[in-house]
């Protein structure tokens, strides 16, 4: 990952990660998928403006097979969206930044 402002979440520190941030946005997504590929320089952008007010989390669903699962990933990218640890919205396929930053304010 490029930046230092996103965390790469697994399936042993998911959990504590999960617990601690009051905000988090969470990209499920994979090495070989383009759409994934694209927006990443927009999870960095993203990441690196609103840092203090977010944190996001990626997790390759192909080394976290069990994260996956338990979240019904079908597709990807997945974003979930979660306020002290609840999920308040998931967000599938291709999404714009405006958009992105649009569902962390509604956090």
């Known amino acids: 990952m490029s930046n230092n402002n996103i965390i790469e979440l697994t399936e042993s520190n998911f959990q504590t990660i ?50 996956a699962e338990k979240y019904s990933i079908a597709s990807i990218p997945t974003f979930i969206f979660f306020k002290n640890g609840e999920i308040v919205n998931t967000v599938k396929g291709m999404i714009s930044k405006t958009k992105l930053i649009e569902e962390i304010n509604k956090l």
């Open 18 to 67: 999960l617990e601690s941030s009051p905000k988090l946005l969470v990209d499920f997504w994979a090495s070989w998928c383009g759409p994934c590929k694209m927006i990443a320089p927009l999870l960095d952008q993203i990441a690196s403006e609103m840092g203090d007010q977010v944190v996001i989390g990626k997790v390759n669903i192909d080394d976290n097979g069990q994260l």
